[in-house]
């Protein structure tokens, strides 16, 4: 755990180094021009946040460098959004925001102000995540979702009048999350949802702030946001040190699926080679922007003599040979990385099968089009750009931390 501690440490340490910045602004109605006071500006997942003065200005403090979605919200406005960079002190042009007309027609077939009903437990489970910390976490205000369930379609929809209050006291943070538009349909089995969040900070004493280091540092530790930034220090792959092992794979179509029994639909393959940093991203001509490289130019199944996957009696080694597939980065945390993927009899070649130790927290990245770019905080600018599998798809809210989270150690 000691080495754990000193790799974020080390992470840490070198961004907090960097300078903190000021954002400022106005806001203004668009009709009469008049400035609005009282609206919430903050950037997007952090916990820079404020409200506008009786002038409209605003003024955010100690931003640190890098690509920020700002917000503006207010209560009968519609949200207003821009990406802004952040390398100095910023003065974003005046800011105009207009009036929201009625939202999903006002046609609300069930208002979910009843905390216990089944479609607000649905909203809560899909929204807040089923993981530990999402069961912990307690939406303040119920009342400001409003749901519409249509029964012929089978699909739930949802907004937020306003700030949807959660308090999350196994992190210390009370998120203000504004549901822009969530949909969640049964027979397609498709989830999606838009919404801002604001974190703050809870008050607490000296043991609860430990807990909250811990808990902190124990969600961060293998996460996106985690691997995002080893990427750009270099740091992943490191045999004999704990870390994130990356490899690369390949998934195609399954002919044998409807042929034999418990087939599955896909024959996803990993290859032996250990991907470095470069091959995995590259700097782009933007301060501070990095773009998420994957190459399709490789097929690994048609690189191995043997593959393995999953048959009707357990591994079998099949030949396989299709020019239909799409690779993904594999990517896990564990405590020793191991100098070598594969096994170490020469005369047998296969492909990688990654143990039950990798698999518990493993996941899958792809990229649906063109680069997926993210900064130097680990944040990703076009996030509708990158497929995520297993275990970071199945994280929601309840495992949330700001973008600009830093690690701290302090939990004793």
């Known amino acids: 755990m000691r080495s754990i501690f000193l790799i974020l440490f080390f992470l840490s340490t070198s961004i907090a180094a960097l300078a903190q910045f000021t954002i400022t602004g106005k806001v203004i109605n668009v009709v009469d021009r008049k400035p609005l006071e009282s609206a919430t500006v903050f950037l997007n997942k952090t916990n820079y946040g404020t409200k506008t003065a009786k002038d409209g200005s605003f003024t955010i403090y100690n931003v640190q460098p890098g690509h920020y979605e700002l917000m503006v919200s207010m209560i009968s406005f519609k949200t207003y959004s821009v990406p802004i960079s952040v390398q100095s002190d910023t003065k974003v042009p005046t800011i105009a925001i207009e009036e929201k007309r009625n939202q999903l027609n006002e046609v ?21 995540g089923n993981s530990k910390l999402g069961r912990q976490c307690r939406i303040i205000n119920p009342g400001v979702i409003q749901l519409n369930f249509d029964r012929k379609e089978n699909n739930l929809r949802a907004y937020t009048t306003d700030f949807m209050v959660i308090e999350n006291k196994a992190l210390g943070y009370r998120l203000k999350y504004l549901v822009e538009d969530f949909e969640r349909n049964e027979k397609t089995e498709i989830i999606s949802y838009v919404g801002y969040v604001l974190f703050e900070t809870m008050e607490g004493n000296d043991q609860e702030r430990r807990d909250w280091n811990k808990n902190r540092l124990e969600v ?67 301060k501070g922007l990095y773009a998420l490289l994957i190459n399709n130019d490789v097929n690994y199944i048609k690189k191995w003599k043997n593959i393995i996957i999953h048959g009707a009696k357990g591994l079998e080694r099949i030949k396989a040979d299709t020019s239909e597939f799409k690779n993904s980065l594999y990517i896990t945390y564990i405590k020793d990385i191991p100098h070598k993927l594969g096994k170490d009899n020469s005369h047998i070649e296969e492909s990688f099968k990654p143990t039950a130790e990798m698999n518990k927290m493993a996941s899958l990245i792809s990229i649906f089009d063109d680069h997926v770019f993210f900064d130097r905080n680990g944040n990703i600018l076009n996030p509708m750009n990158l497929k995520l599998e297993q275990r970071w798809a199945k994280l929601r809210l309840g495992d949330l931390l700001p973008i600009d989270y830093l690690p701290d150690t302090d939990t004793k």
């Open 220 to 286: 961060y530790t293998g996460s996106l946001q985690h691997f995002l930034r080893s990427v750009i220090g270099e740091n992943i792959n490191r045999a004999g040190e704990p870390g994130f092992l990356v490899a690369a794979g390949t998934r195609s179509p399954n002919r044998l699926w409807n042929k034999i029994p418990r087939q599955p639909r896909y024959i996803e393959v990993l290859d032996t080679t250990k991907w470095t940093a470069e091959q995995i991203a590259q700097v782009t001509d933007q």
């Open 108 to 128: 609300v077939i069930m208002s979910a102000k009843k905390p216990g009903s089944k479609y607000m437990d649905m909203f809560k489970r899909e929204l807040l």
